[in-house]
């Protein structure tokens, strides 16, 4: 059950890539909330991994420290929390790579709207190309650009 569960947050993790990064409030690190993008999730006999990267968002911050990543991306249907214990390097050019631990997770199964596509409202369409189309045929020019002056 499980394996069948980090299997299933593998997926939503991966099905996202980018998460909101921040550190928790409880240990009182100053760190910037900051965007990342997932590299991998990776599954070990000591835990769970996930690798990001991310543009060095702070000056100076221990090498290992507590975070708390946010997955959501529009149109996906869930979103994921995950918890865990970070360790950074960096690369040149200012670019962090970070591995997390995961110590805890949650994620929610979101009910998305139906979305309405050109096939779900055909009034919409014809009401939106009647717009474009027949009423500029109509549309008064202004009198400057009416009136060119000969040289």
């Given at each position: 059950?499980?394996?069948?569960?980090?299997?299933?947050?593998?997926?939503?993790?991966?099905?996202?890539?980018?998460?909101?990064?921040?550190?928790?409030?409880?240990?009182?690190?100053?760190?910037?909330?900051?965007?990342?993008?997932?590299?991998?999730?990776?599954?070990?006999?000591?835990?769970?991994?996930?690798?990001?990267?991310?543009?060095?968002?702070?000056?100076?911050?221990?090498s290992?420290?507590?975070?708390?990543?946010?997955?959501?991306?529009?149109?996906?249907?869930?979103?994921?929390?995950?918890?865990?214990?970070?360790e950074?390097?960096?690369?040149?050019?200012?670019?962090?790579?970070?591995?997390?631990?995961?110590?805890?997770?949650?994620?929610?199964?979101?009910?998305?709207?139906?979305?309405?596509?050109?096939?779900?409202?055909?009034?919409?369409?014809?009401?939106?190309?009647?717009?474009?189309?027949i009423?500029?045929?109509?549309?008064?020019?202004?009198a400057?650009?009416?009136?060119?002056?000969?040289?």
């Amino acid at each position: 059950m499980e394996e069948n569960s980090n299997h299933s947050l593998k997926h939503r993790i991966e099905s996202v890539r980018t998460a909101l990064m921040y550190g928790t409030l409880e240990e009182g690190i100053n760190m910037p909330t900051a965007l990342t993008t997932t590299i991998r999730y990776e599954e070990t006999e000591e835990g769970d991994f996930i690798w990001l990267m991310m543009k060095q968002p702070w000056n100076s911050i221990a090498s290992r420290f507590p975070v708390t990543l946010q997955y959501y991306q529009k149109g996906v249907p869930h979103k994921v929390k995950v918890e865990g214990a970070a360790e950074v390097s960096y690369l040149p050019s200012n670019i962090a790579v970070i591995k997390v631990k995961v110590e805890q997770y949650e994620w929610c199964d979101l009910a998305l709207p139906p979305v309405q596509g050109t096939s779900g409202s055909w009034i919409t369409v014809v009401q939106q190309w009647f717009r474009e189309s027949i009423v500029g045929m109509f549309r008064q020019e202004p009198a400057a650009a009416r009136y060119t002056s000969a040289a």
